[in-house]
């Protein structure tokens, strides 16, 4: 599976669209781009994942490049709560490979 | 939240020691997985069943050893603890393996905190 690149911290004003990068230049095309992330001490927690379109569901967007080698979740109206390590994972069919993800916190 | 349960949450132990670790999931999930989180490594798969009897290793395997039974349950073993598997073991399920699936999202439980003294 390609590797992914991702800044290790962020911040972002609480209410505010928290934008978090992700660099995958060595995707190919059979991987998909997943992001989680994890609060605290707790389990990692699903938000979305895709292949080449843009995504959304109710908790993030997801944009991905043209050329799939970057993509960008996009939490559209950060609260407190969000304030977790954010992991995105390129996969194929194997299993999925955790980084270090980005430590995003959301200030009052 | 997904059905998922891990027991112990907390275990303290001694080098040397045989540990158990059980999850336990009410979702009738396909796929069950194990996974360690180290401080500087992120999660690690250890090791993940695709069915009851069906188990395969993951990128940390050695040290451990898994069974699965029936669906709801997959055990992780750690035949002779040692100190540096000291860490939090994370279970993992989901419908599917493949991504293209709508269904291949993991749900995690809730964590064990493991000490090997």
């Known amino acids: 599976d390609a590797k992914t690149t991702q800044p290790p911290s962020m911040d972002c004003a609480e209410g505010r669209a928290a934008n978090l990068p992700c660099n995958h230049s060595t995707i190919s095309g059979n991987e998909y781009v997943y992001w989680y992330r994890q609060i605290h001490s707790q389990g990692p927690q699903y938000i979305i994942h895709?292949?080449?379109n843009n995504e959304t569901n109710e908790m993030a967007s997801l944009i991905i490049t043209e050329d799939r080698k970057s993509s960008t979740l996009i939490l559209p109206h950060a609260t407190l709560r969000d304030t977790a390590v954010y992991y995105c994972i390129v996969r194929g069919i194997g299993d999925m490979r955790f980084g270090a993800g980005t430590r995003l916190t959301v200030k009052p | 939240d997904a059905g998922i349960t891990q027991s112990p949450r907390h275990k303290v132990t001694e080098t040397g020691t045989p540990v158990t670790l059980r999850c336990h999931q009410t979702?009738?999930?396909?796929?069950m997985y194990w996974y360690r989180q180290d401080p500087g490594h992120g999660l690690r798969l250890i090791h993940y069943?695709?069915?009851?009897?069906?188990?395969d290793k993951g990128e940390v395997s050695d040290g451990y050893s898994v069974s699965r039974s029936k669906t709801e349950d997959f055990l992780l073993t750690l035949e002779s603890a040692t100190s540096s598997q000291t860490s939090v073991y994370f279970c993992?399920?989901?419908?599917?393996?493949?991504?293209?699936?709508?269904?291949?999202?993991?749900?995690f439980g809730p964590g064990t905190r493991l000490t090997v003294l």
């Open positions: 979702e009738n999930h396909r796929y």
């Open positions: 993992a399920i989901s419908e599917s393996f493949i991504p293209r699936t709508s269904k291949s999202e993991q749900f």
């Open positions: 069943s695709y069915g009851v009897k069906d188990t």
């Open positions: 895709g292949l080449k």
